[in-house]
């Protein structure tokens, strides 16, 4: 069993040693979930105690949880995308782009460059960054190495709706149906939009814009100019639900057939490629030579991190699943002490399990 007392006391560090404003983690092994929450939602312009419900900016977790779950979807329900195949299957593109195969966009391996201020093109939409991609050079020969790069998702945003002519908001939530949520669970774009109270979302920093700290609208910029919904980010959701969807990816990769497709389910997490650190989708736990996992998980192990201070890992091996959700970047982006509490803090699980 599961000892959670000096877990919960190092969250209580990490409030103190500023490292976040405050945090909520969920923890899932041997059939059992753990949830712990610490600290505060904000600190300006007042203190707010933290509560395990709250909803958080999951930042680029939107890759997996909502981009990764709406292609498992569609690869199930429609045969009209191949990962193997190129991109000239699906679009009419120049070359390089168009011998680019579509997984190469998926684990980072595309040769596009890391990330580009589309935002300043006002009004953008993913048709103008599609063709701002396409005008940009590559940084490096497709399959060369591993460059994590926005530009992949948003790319593969605009194939999704392209194929499939529906926007990807309304391909996700389809894509959620497959998942029996909790009834405490939220996990979705634009919040506010859609009545749900800003009083029970954490915020993040301050808009150097509108100079207003951003509260239920999404911290990158590019998606936030894309009226809040991309591949890239724009997902908010509570501990409750990330878990919801994590578990239902373990339980398929176990063999179990709920809502996912065990064999499209391992073919995203077991995808392996020599010169990725990356599945499809899913992050593997050591990147550029830093472990978010100190070293603590099982070589079989996906994951994701977000900017805002969010992060997910599930140890296949173990069948453990860790969420840690944070906003460090409250109230303002410079602070990077999450980095190393991380490691401390995955580690920590291994040791009290």
């Keep these: 069993m599961l000892k959670i007392g000096p877990l919960l006391e190092l969250l209580k560090e990490g409030v103190k040693e500023e490292v976040f404003p405050g945090a909520v983690a969920g923890i899932y092994c041997q059939e059992k979930t753990y949830i712990l929450a610490a600290g505060y939602a904000s600190l300006v312009p007042f203190l707010e105690p933290i509560e395990e419900v709250f909803l958080y900016d999951l930042a680029s977790l939107t890759k997996p949880l909502a981009f990764g779950l709406t292609l498992m979807d569609l690869l199930e329900t429609s045969n009209l995308l191949d990962p193997e195949k190129p991109l000239k299957e699906y679009l009419e593109v120049p070359s390089p782009f168009g011998e680019i195969p579509l997984f190469r966009f998926l684990n980072h391996t595309s040769g596009l460059k890391a990330w580009h201020p589309f935002y300043l093109e006002k009004p953008l939409t993913l048709e103008k960054i599609f063709n701002s991609i396409m005008s940009l050079p590559l940084e490096y020969k497709p399959g060369e190495k591993c460059l994590y790069s926005d530009l992949n998702f948003f790319l593969f945003t605009y194939l999704l709706e392209k194929v499939y002519g529906k926007p990807f908001e309304t391909l996700y939530e389809k894509a959620k149906q497959r998942i029996l949520f909790s009834r405490q669970s939220f996990l979705?774009?634009?919040?506010?939009?859609?009545?749900?109270?800003?009083?029970?979302?954490?915020?993040?920093?301050?808009?150097?814009?509108?100079?207003?700290?951003?509260?239920?609208?999404?911290?990158?910029?590019?998606?936030?100019?894309?009226?809040?919904?991309?591949?890239?980010?724009?997902?908010?959701?509570?501990?409750?639900?990330?878990?919801?969807?994590?578990?239902?990816?373990?339980?398929?990769?176990?063999?179990?057939?709920?809502?996912?497709?065990?064999?499209?389910?391992?073919?995203?997490?077991?995808?392996?490629?020599?010169?990725?650190?990356?599945?499809?989708?899913?992050?593997?736990?050591?990147?550029?030579?830093?472990?978010?996992?100190?070293?603590?998980?099982?070589?079989?192990?996906?994951?994701?991190?977000?900017?805002?201070?969010?992060?997910?890992?599930?140890?296949?091996?173990?069948?453990?699943?860790?969420?840690?959700?944070?906003?460090?970047?409250?109230?303002?982006?410079?602070?990077?002490?999450?980095?190393?509490?991380?490691?401390?803090?995955?580690?920590?699980?291994?040791?009290?399990?």
């Design 188 to 353: 979705i774009f634009k919040p506010t939009s859609k009545g749900i109270d800003e009083e029970i979302i954490v915020p993040t920093s301050i808009d150097p814009e509108s100079k207003k700290i951003l509260r239920g609208v999404v911290e990158d910029e590019n998606t936030r100019a894309l009226s809040g919904v991309s591949g890239v980010a724009g997902l908010f959701g509570n501990v409750y639900g990330v878990l919801d969807v994590l578990i239902e990816i373990l339980k398929a990769y176990q063999g179990e057939r709920n809502g996912l497709n065990p064999e499209i389910v391992r073919y995203f997490l077991e995808f392996s490629d020599p010169s990725s650190e990356f599945t499809l989708t899913f992050m593997k736990p050591t990147k550029a030579g830093y472990s978010a996992t100190g070293g603590a998980f099982s070589e079989k192990t996906v994951g994701h991190l977000g900017y805002t201070g969010c992060s997910f890992f599930i140890d296949l091996e173990r069948e453990l699943i860790v969420v840690l959700l944070t906003n460090r970047v409250h109230p303002h982006r410079g602070n990077e002490k999450i980095k190393e509490f991380r490691s401390l803090f995955h580690r920590a699980v291994i040791e009290n399990l």
